[in-house]
């Protein structure tokens, strides 16, 4: 399960609990599950494109500062812990000296909030796209079935 399914889980499933308990017709409480499902997904949507458009913007910026300070930052808490926990250990074990670097809290927060950020960023962007194409793809059948219904009343007539 996906960070913004569990995230969403945590959301609609005391809601649905409610719904199903508040609303005796199944397919009204069903309706109204979806619509909130729907709403929930199209906020994420909007929030991770105004997200994204503001990253767009810092990497199409003139100055070369602008466009790769993120990527600067990140490389640079990486390399602080790939030194504490990967390179000073074996250096002392080996030689007696290993210099170690403090991180601070903020710091490391900042890292596992951005390599966590980009990890759900790509997965709800592809859980979304998904769901689009389901979207679509039932209002295509729909479309069909009217055609189709059509054609075959039409024929009978």
């Not at 494109?49 to 500062?65: D, R």
């Not at 790769?68 to 074990?93: F, K």
């Not at 007696?96 to 980009?118: Q, S």
């Amino acid at each position: 399960m996906s960070i913004a399914a569990k995230a969403l889980s945590v959301i609609t499933g005391p809601l649905f609990s409610v719904i199903d308990k508040a609303v005796t017709d199944k397919d009204e409480a069903a309706r109204l599950k979806h619509e909130i499902q729907t709403q929930l997904i199209d906020a994420e949507n909007s929030a991770l494109k105004n997200q994204m458009k503001v990253i767009l913007a810092e990497a199409a910026g003139e100055s070369w500062l602008q466009r790769n300070w993120r990527p600067i930052l990140m490389l640079t808490i990486v390399a602080i812990v790939a030194n504490n926990y990967l390179i000073a250990p074996y250096l002392s074990a080996m030689f007696g000296v290993g210099l170690t670097l403090p991180l601070p809290e903020a710091l490391w927060n900042l890292m596992t909030l951005g390599v966590g950020g980009y990890i759900a960023g790509q997965t709800a962007e592809r859980g979304i796209s998904t769901w689009q194409s389901g979207q679509v793809a039932k209002e295509q059948a729909k479309i069909q079935q009217g055609l189709y219904y059509n054609v075959s009343s039409s024929e009978k007539s």
